[in-house]
């Protein structure tokens, strides 16, 4: 009874410190430094890998148990991690292509949410994309909630649609029919949570959401900097 406690009162932390942290960062960084374009988006990069940090200190003796569990069955935990991703990829595309065929108007917010980041800051981005967001977003929506969600199922929807709803909301706003992506995304996030309660280590999904990220990112800057340059 008192672990579960503990659990849900550093979950409770993680949280809070997560969606409190760009307020933050805003504040301090815009509002008392008044520090804006590059110069803020760098700093913010830094803040973020700060607060990265606090969170794997919070998590530090699990962490150090799943990535002994990653590394003693690497193979099979690798296998088995490819597969779910390659189910939840497969969903992720299907459905996508068919919102687009439903809705040619519209597209998918978060890859022109990202599209535009990319042509103003492609090595932030980069970093950001490639080191950052796995690595927080699957310790915040997927490592917080597998401490005090027993069910199976309930944690792989809970968190993978909790991931997905905060992604689109903050690359749309949280209005318009874009919210109709919800659906791609969240499967595809629910792979990644079910990825983590298979293998019983949080390093699996983000070791895939970093493999996934790193070719459109790469393609993303590559495109930027020609951009930029010509």
């Not at 997560?18 to 700093?43: D, E, H, R």
């Not at 990653?70 to 459905?95: A, D, E, M, Q, R």
């Amino acid at each position: 009874m008192l672990k579960k406690n503990s659990n849900v009162l550093i979950s409770i932390l993680v949280l809070l410190l997560y969606f409190i942290w760009p307020y933050f960062i805003n504040v301090l960084l815009s509002g008392i430094f008044g520090l804006k374009g590059t110069g803020l988006l760098a700093l913010t990069l830094v803040m973020n890998f700060a607060l990265l940090f606090i969170v794997i200190y919070i998590y530090r003796d699990s962490l150090k148990r799943e990535l002994t569990t990653f590394k003693k069955g690497l193979p099979k935990v690798l296998g088995t991690g490819l597969i779910v991703f390659l189910i939840g990829f497969g969903l992720y595309g299907v459905f996508n292509s068919l919102i687009c065929e439903l809705f040619p108007s519209i597209s998918n917010v978060n890859y022109d949410a990202m599209s535009k980041m990319f042509t103003k800051t492609p090595l932030l981005l980069f970093i950001s994309t490639i080191f950052y967001y796995p690595v927080i977003e699957e310790l915040v929506f997927k490592k917080t909630f597998r401490g005090i969600i027993n069910n199976k199922w309930l944690f792989i929807v809970f968190t993978g649609l909790l991931n997905a709803l905060f992604e689109v909301l903050l690359a749309n706003g949280g209005s318009g029919i874009e919210l109709v992506f919800l659906i791609p995304i969240s499967l595809f996030y629910m792979s990644f949570s079910y990825m983590y309660y298979k293998t019983d280590s949080v390093v699996t999904p983000i070791v895939y959401r970093m493999l996934y990220n790193i070719v459109p990112t790469f393609c993303n800057v590559v495109l930027a900097v020609i951009m930029i340059c010509f």
